[in-house]
T-cell receptor, first 113, second 113 residues
Framework: AQSVTQPDIHITVSEGASLELRCNYS??????LFWYVQSPGQGLQLLLK??????LVQGIKGFEAEFKRSQSSFNLRKPSVHWSDAAEYFC???????????FGTGTRLKVLA | DVKVTQSSRYLVKRTGEKVFLECVQD?????MFWYRQDPGLGLRLIYF???????EKGDIPEGYSVSREKKERFSLILESASTNQTSMYLC????????????FGPGTRLTVL
């Protein structure tokens, strides 16, 4: 069965520091991969997605993610975090040939001034 | 600007009441989804619909039903609300490509007393 693991429930970084949020998935083939961000009291907004091709994907707000097939990972990175990046981040897997998405449990990011 | 709207941001109901949550999208998307979001559990799929009058159960359909009479509107119904249905409910839509990006509404925080 497909699954998504975000091993870090909470992460705290200082403003200006680099960020990496981890995502591991279990799926029999190459999945569609997504990162979403949820600001407090809001719905989810897509940061970036991977369907195929270049394994390094650029997204909005300066985020990027790298698909590593050998590690079944799709980690999200940002070189310099801003206070406005404080939010909850969700990794999601889409099973090809279905309508189904599976979400991780989320990582809550806190940014220190 | 593409949009998914939900009828209420906050809702308080009593145990046993019938509850309707409405979702409308303006993107002419074929697919629509209802999730519930609980701390530490991420997003769990309740139901989804891939066409008008078509629906499929998600991972946690018990206690819920849905209705899709028009392409742009997807309703979630709690036939007899219970306290364990207190949660954040998120609606999303996507194109039929399949598994295009999901667009999310702002959510409805439902409290059942």
């Amino acid at each position: 069965a497909q699954s998504v693991t975000q091993p870090d429930i909470h992460i705290t970084v200082s403003e200006g520091a680099s960020l990496e949020l981890r995502c591991n998935y279990s799926y029999g083939a190459t999945p569609y991969l997504f990162w979403y961000v949820q600001s407090p009291g809001q719905g989810l907004q897509l940061l970036l997605k991977y369907f195929s091709g270049d394994t390094l994907v650029q997204g909005i707000k300066g985020f990027e993610a790298e698909f590593k097939r050998s590690q079944s990972s799709f980690n999200l990175r940002k070189p310099s975090v801003h206070w406005s990046d404080a939010a909850e981040y969700f990794c999601a897997v889409g099973a090809r040939g279905t309508y189904k998405y599976i979400f991780g449990t989320g990582t809550r990011l806190k940014v220190l001034a | 600007d593409v949009k998914v709207t939900q009828s209420s941001r906050y809702l308080v109901k009593r145990t046993g009441e019938k509850v309707f949550l409405e979702c409308v999208q303006d993107m002419d998307h074929e697919n629509m989804f209802w999730y519930r979001q609980d701390p530490g559990l991420g997003l769990r799929l309740i139901y989804f619909s891939y066409d008008v009058k078509m629906k499929e159960k998600g991972d946690i359909p018990e206690g819920y039903s849905v209705s899709r009479e028009k392409k742009e509107r997807f309703s979630l119904i709690l036939e007899s609300a219970s306290t364990n249905q207190t949660s954040m409910y998120l609606c999303a839509s996507s194109s039929s490509s399949p598994l295009g990006e999901q667009f999310f509404g702002p959510g409805t925080r439902l409290t059942v007393l």
